[in-house]
């Protein structure tokens, strides 16, 4: 099946701590997506991949840093740098930037 | 950025009511996206309408777009429990190539 695989689905953070966030999908498409969700609230965009070997900052970007080394995967870290971590955060991925987005199922990161 | 602002933000009907949630957004658009989200889960793709459309069907589902008021709205007919989650508008941020969601409402549809 083709789809976006995201995990794990729970991750606790210990103070200090530098944890990564796994993103991959088969679907080939070229533009992926980190997304962040607070308790209630919409989705804010952390970094972006339009191309393998290429990313831009979202809006939120700070504390948080992403490679795409090859096309099928997008891991985020959240550094020690993010003092808020707690938080769902959302992987996407779509043929074409500003089209369709498919989703991931989530990883909720909680603070230890 | 949040380009999108729902309302209501929260909604809450009976079983065969029909569920009407709008949108408004601030700059022009290429597109703009409806999207559903389960609670704990990931979103769902439901509808995408271009800027020059006025109106599109999916089922049970009509979205409408006013580009001169900037805003657009969905209607869910003859609504199931099912339907019971969170719904998202989303815009394409021209020139950037990515979507900018709004903060949702959440519907709450009772047997």
């Known amino acids: 099946d083709g789809g976006i695989t995201q995990s794990p689905k729970y991750l606790f953070r210990k103070e200090g701590q530098n944890v990564t966030l796994s993103c991959e999908q088969n679907?080939?498409?070229?533009?992926m997506y980190w997304y962040r969700q607070d308790p209630g609230q919409g989705l804010r965009l952390i970094y972006y991949s339009q191309i393998v070997n290429d990313f831009q900052k979202g809006d939120i970007a700070e504390g948080y840093s992403v490679s795409r080394e090859k096309k099928e995967s997008f891991p985020l870290t959240v550094t020690s740098a993010q003092k808020n971590p707690t938080a769902f955060y959302l992987c996407?991925?779509?043929?074409?930037?500003?089209?369709?987005?498919?989703f991931g199922s989530g990883t909720q990161l909680s603070v230890l | 950025s949040q380009q999108g602002e729902e309302d209501p933000q929260a909604l809450s009907i009976q079983e065969g009511e029909n569920a009407t949630m709008n949108c408004s957004y601030k700059?022009?658009?290429?597109?703009l996206q409806w999207y559903r989200q389960n609670s704990g889960r990931g979103l769902v793709h439901l509808i995408l309408i271009r800027s020059n459309e006025r109106e599109k069907h999916s089922g049970r589902l009509r979205v409408t777009l006013d580009t001169s008021k900037k805003s657009s709205s969905l209607l869910i007919t003859a609504s199931r429990a099912a339907d019971t989650a969170s719904y998202f508008c989303a815009t394409d941020d021209t020139g950037f190539q990515k979507l900018v969601f709004g903060t949702g409402t959440r519907l709450l549809v009772s047997p």
């Open positions: 996407a991925s779509s043929r074409d930037g500003g089209e369709k987005l498919f």
């Open positions: 679907l080939n498409h070229d533009a």
């Open positions: 700059t022009s658009i290429n597109n």
